[in-house]
T-cell receptor
Framework: DQQVKQNSPSLSVQEGRISILNCDYT??????FLWYKKYPAEGPTFLIS?????DKNEDGRFTVFLNKSAKHLSLHIVPSQPGDSAVYFC?????????????FGTGTRLKVLA | DSGVTQTPKHLITATGQRVTLRCSPR?????VYWYQQSLDQGLQFLIQ???????AKGNILERFSAQQFPDLHSELNLSSLELGDSALYFC?????????????FGSGTQLSVL
């Protein structure tokens, strides 16, 4: 049972344009969400997070939007740069369930074309 | 550098063998998480420890076990290895029990079972 889904395995975007990566979840107990970026041969690195009490969080070129009713979140990267080419994972956790594991999606490989 | 250290970086072994993966969390972090990434799969949660105690369990096989020691480093033991156990194993740490904390990942141990 995949509780966190990233339905697009890959995405190609021109440099300077917007990249939109999507993530859906099924468990209504999830109330904290994170995005990670992963380069080859490295561990995932934290990008940005959002709590369910918000619907938007922004950090520089990265913005995460949360639609709780649709159980959907998205990561916007504007403008996209070649160095953003990586695999992006969304993750979901619960602050109220008593367990503290984060469930990750399968990732979206972003390629930013120069 | 996330501050999380995993050893070894690469491990090649044969079916039926047993291996131990080691993780040193960031200084001051009390929680350690283990994740498995197989080809084309997301990060599958295996197990979490907090201050020496098991706190959450994922789809960890019975052939796998883990522990967190008093100095907070953790080991993941994989026994009776099968070809399908070949994967990238990540360790992550966080200051407390998670829920609304970001995880810091090590660079992983690539396990190849031949």
């Amino acid at each position: 049972d995949q509780q966190v889904k990233q339905n697009s395995p890959s995405l190609s975007v021109q440099e300077g344009r917007i990249s939109i990566l999507n993530c859906d979840y099924t468990n209504s107990m999830f109330d904290y969400f994170l995005w990670y970026k992963k380069y080859p041969a490295e561990g995932p690195t934290f990008l940005i997070s959002i709590s369910s009490i918000k619907d938007k969080n922004e950090d520089g070129r990265f913005t995460v939007f949360l639609n709780k009713s649709a159980k959907h979140l998205s990561l916007h990267i504007v403008p996209s740069q070649p160095g953003d080419s990586a695999v992006y994972f969304c993750a979901a956790g619960s602050t109220t369930s008593g367990t503290y594991k984060y469930i990750f999606g399968t990732g979206t490989r972003l390629k930013v074309l120069a | 550098d996330s501050g999380v250290t995993q050893t070894p970086k690469h491990l090649i072994t044969a079916t039926g063998q047993r291996v131990t993966l080691r993780c040193s969390p960031r200084s001051g972090d009390l929680s350690v998480y283990w994740y498995q990434q197989s080809l084309d799969q997301g990060l599958q949660f295996l197990i979490q420890y907090y201050n020496g105690e098991e706190r959450a369990k994922g789809n960890i096989l019975e052939r796998f076990s883990a522990q967190q020691f008093p100095d907070l480093h953790s080991e993941l033991n994989l026994s009776s290895l099968e070809l399908g156990d070949s994967a990238l194993y990540f360790c992550a740490s966080s200051p407390r029990q998670g829920g609304n904390e970001k995880l810091f990942f090590g660079s992983g141990t690539q396990l190849s079972v031949l």
